[in-house]
C-alpha cells in the first residue's frame, strides 16, 4: 500500500518537472481526435502515426467528414499504415456516430466500449483524457512499468495477467486527474522504463522498484506467447493490355482486406517462366488468353506479426482483354489513386507506375 502511495505520487511529480514527451495528441479533449490516435497507435510506432494522424485530422476533422467520405478515400490514406481492419471499424463506427447518434460521440465507458474497433484500452484512453472519467489504461508500458516496480512474475498476456495487472493499475489511478495521470504512466513506459535498455540510473522509482533492486529488469515483464510465424510466397500476375493492369479488391480476411491487388497466385516454390506457362490456376484465370512474360520482379519480403511474406511480381502481356468478372483494368493514374498494401505500393514505387 506504501509503495502504492510512493508510486502514484512519484509518477505525477516527474510528468510535472521532467516529462517532456510531445504528441500531437496529447492534451486533446476532443473524443474524436483521441479515438483516431488511439486507432492509428495501435501496432504502429508513435513516430510513424505522428504524420498519418496529421493528414488524417486535416482531411477529416470531425466524424461528420469520416462518415461521408468515399472509402477509397479513407484506404488511401491509410496506405502503408497496415492492419487493415482498424480502418474498417473506424469506417464503420464513423457511420455509426454519425446515423445512429446524430453525430455525438458517446460520453459513458461501457457506450464508449460498445463501438466497433474499441477495446477496453481504447475505451479507458477516451474517457480518461476525453471526460476525465477514473478508467486506467492498460497497455504494454503499462504492463511492464507495473511488473517492474511491483516485481510481478504474473505473465502479462495470460487472462490472469490481464486481470491482476487491470485491477493493479486502477487501484493506483489518481482519480481527481485521471487522464493526466494515465498519459504520465505510458509516457514514463515509453522513455524512462522502455522495453530495451531502460534509464534506471536516473528513474525516480529505482530506490523501490524490485526489477531494479533484484536484478531483474531484462527479465521482467513475463509473457508466455510463443509466436508461430507462417511463411507466405505471393506470385502477383501484373496483367497488361494496351497500357492498363488488371486488379481487384481483396476480399480474403487473413491480411489486408478491402485493398486492391493484381491476381495472386499464392505457392510454395516461386514461379519461373516454365511454371507460369502451364500453371492451371493461371490458365483458369485468363480464361485461356493467349500471354508473354515480359519481366519477374526481384523476390521481395514483408514481414507482418504473424506471418512473413515474401513474392515477386510477373508482369504479363495478353494479346486480348482478360475476360474474367473478378477483376478490372485501370490504367496508370487509377493505378496511383488505389490503396494498395505496402508490399504492392512499394513494388509500384519501385517501378515507378511505369506499365511498358
Ligand atoms: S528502476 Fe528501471 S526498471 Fe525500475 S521502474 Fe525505473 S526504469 Fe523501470
Redo the contacts with the bound molecule.
Sequence with gaps: MQNQKFFSKTLLQWNDTENNRQMPWKGESDPYKIWISEIILQQTRVQQGMDYYNRFINTFPDTQSLATASEKKIYKLWEGLGYYSRCKNLIATAKFIHRELAGEFPKKYEDILALKGIGSYTASAIASFAYNQPFAVLDGNVFR?LS??FGEEIPINTSEGKKFYGALAQSLLNKKQPGKYNQALMDFGAV??KPAA???SQ?P??KK?V??LTNK?SYLPLNTKIVRIKERLFNYLVVEFENQVYVHKRKAKDIWQNLYEFILIETKKPLDEKSIAVNEEIIKILNQCDFKVKCISRKKNQKLTHQTISGQFVHLEIKQPLRNKEYFPVNQKQLKSLPFPKFIASYLADKNVSLN
Excluded: D, G, N, Q
Aim: hydrophobic residues 55%; proline residues 7%.
Design positions: 512499468v517492474r516496480f524512462i522504463c531502460p534509464l534506471c528513474c522509482f529505482k522498484c526489477a531494479f529488469v
